[in-house]
């Protein structure tokens, strides 16, 4: 699907009209940066791998009864059942931990934890997980007593008990992650796992690298000191900034606070990644199943 520009309501100037605003095309404003570089930021989202280990001597993980493990990879879609054990015969398949290079081994689909090249492979076919992008005025609740859309209007077709991974404030768009995966849905809210949100920001002014510095050194607010993990400036035009700020903070609206506190209202708020999960393509209000690699990525990024 095409890409559609998530449209948000613009500020009126005194005069009654309305003023340019930066575009995505990067042109026509000063660029500075500060923080790390476009390196450094995608260092920030990739998820933490871990590299196969060899099998310790003795240890077994055949189950008695279980499911042959070429079975199992060839039902999560690695492939047909040949391809599947090359896997396994060239030593790409980890289950538990434990690299398996013999045909006959069986395992319960249900407890083992299976990688296969360091990536994590969901084995079961009831757990989804699905990208969303929330567009202005829907409110990140199942239910609202007041009456607003919420995210569960977007999602009536699916049959699953989906939970949204973090939040979005009304007036803010992107992406959120929704998933029947409870596990994952606690790690990924879990401050220890430090998932980084990158967001591109539209403020009022012009931002100098003062005040990047200032907002990756840390910004008290009322509830504690905060700081963002690298900002960028992309574009600056007639009194506004866009900015691609990451940060792995999970407070509410803290984004915008911490560009209320520098002196940047923010007048648009976009997010565009959640760890390794980028928002991409995918049009305002739609959703979109997170395929094997996105999936693995992600719980790999959460350690599991």
């Not at 476009?38 to 189950?63: C, F, I, L, M």
């Not at 998932?195 to 690298?209: D, H, N, R």
């Not at 940060?247 to 803290?254: A, C, F, P, S, V």
């Amino acid at each position: 699907m095409s890409n559609e520009r998530r449209g948000g309501s613009r500020r009126e100037s005194s005069g009654g009209q309305q003023p340019r605003r930066p575009d995505h095309s990067g042109k026509g404003g000063k660029n500075f940066r500060g923080g790390s570089s476009a390196k450094s930021r995608a260092q920030a989202n990739a998820p933490r791998r871990t590299p196969a280990k060899p099998a310790e001597q003795g240890r077994d993980v055949h189950v008695e009864g279980g499911v042959r493990l070429q079975k199992v990879l060839a039902q999560a879609g690695l492939g047909s059942r040949r391809a599947s054990e090359e896997l396994i015969a060239g030593g790409h398949v980890e289950v538990d931990g434990q690299v398996v290079t013999e045909l006959g081994v069986r395992v319960d689909p249900a407890t083992a934890v299976i990688h296969v090249d360091g990536l994590r492979i969901q084995l079961d076919q009831a757990k989804v997980t699905i990208a969303l992008n929330k567009p202005l005025g829907v409110v990140s609740t199942m239910d609202d007593p007041k009456g607003r859309p919420t995210v569960a209007d977007l999602i009536k077709n699916r049959e699953e008990r989906l939970f949204h991974v973090g939040r979005l404030d009304a007036d803010s768009e992107g992406l959120l992650l929704l998933t029947n995966d409870g596990e994952l849905a606690n790690r990924l809210s879990h401050p220890k796992y430090k998932i980084a949100k990158t967001y591109l920001v539209t403020v009022e002014g012009e931002i100098y690298p003062r005040v990047g510095r200032e907002l990756l050194k840390g910004i008290e607010l009322e509830d504690g000191i905060a700081k963002m993990d690298a900002v960028h400036v992309v574009q600056q035009i007639d009194g506004y900034a866009m900015l691609e700020v990451v940060l792995h903070e999970g407070r509410n609206r803290i984004v915008r606070r911490m560009f209320d506190a520098v002196g940047h209202p923010v007048t648009r708020l976009v997010r565009t990644r959640i760890g390794p999960i980028p928002l991409g393509d995918l049009k305002s209000g739609r959703t979109r199943v997170l395929g094997r690699t996105e999936l693995g990525t992600l719980m790999g990024a959460v350690d599991l």
